[in-house]
């Protein structure tokens, strides 16, 4: 009898020990689900750097009417957005790359320096839906030619913040040194680096738009800079010809 009391004792004692978990409550210290909604609301993105708080969420199951949230339903509706997103970035990334590859085989098919220059600061417009495009030159004894713009020495540098390639304005007011007279349809620009290997080595390719926004910092520049690299390689090749 003894050791059954005493049995009974220790099984209630550990009942008292683990006790099932309590509700939460709302006094002062903890936190209500009104708090927490209020700054999920306040911090929108707050999910976008705790990703892997989403796997912990239960779904709710389908519900007709009422008032109840579907996750299931708000999830896919957020990656058909973002579906739609990349969709929208990759047909306008290959119209683009179709544009730039059509305007690198007419500079190929260019019959001369001043042909290629023509096609450079004329038909690149068109072919990109641009404004103005300005093929320039650093030099301090060349004067401005035909298509070609001299800019002073040490410009580009100043222009691209010392050694980038490529420099993409949503928004710029023209700078009067590379567009001259046409700096008022300049809104945004992409300006980008050009080395040509000579005395009068460093130039710059100047792509104004008058639409904001048409380049901006968060766009590529891969295909801004091969379209660059094929103007080098063109420019070169000319002058190698005419020595």
Request: aromatic share 4%.
């Amino acid at each position: 009898m003894a050791r059954r009391k005493q049995t009974a004792t220790r099984n209630q004692t550990g009942n008292h020990e683990a006790p099932g978990p309590s509700p939460v409550t709302t006094e002062t210290g903890s936190i209500t689900g009104a708090q927490v909604a209020d700054y999920l609301r306040a911090h929108p993105d707050f999910f976008s750097t705790h990703s892997d708080l989403l796997r912990t969420f239960t779904p709710s199951s389908r519900h007709e009417g009422g008032k109840v949230v579907d996750m299931q339903a708000f999830i896919i509706e957020r990656l058909r957005a973002d579906h739609d997103d990349l969709l929208t970035t990759s047909r306008g990334n290959m119209a683009g790359q179709s544009r730039v590859h059509e305007a690198v085989l007419a500079f190929l098919c260019a019959h001369s320096l001043e042909h290629l220059v023509h096609l450079v600061t004329t038909d690149l417009v068109v072919i990109l839906g641009l404004d103005v495009v300005v093929l320039a030159v650093e030099s301090a004894e060349a004067e401005s030619a035909v298509g070609v713009r001299v800019l002073p020495p040490g410009t580009v540098n100043r222009l691209l913040d010392g050694g980038h390639e490529v420099r993409l304005d949503g928004e710029t007011k023209a700078d009067p040194l590379v567009y001259g007279g046409m700096g008022y349809l300049v809104r945004s620009q992409a300006l980008i680096r050009l080395e040509f290997g000579g005395k009068d080595s460093t130039g710059l390719l100047a792509l104004g738009s008058r639409e904001e926004g048409k380049f901006h910092a968060r766009q590529g520049k891969e295909l801004l800079i091969f379209l660059a690299r094929v103007i080098e390689c063109c420019v070169r090749s000319w002058l190698g010809r005419l020595q």
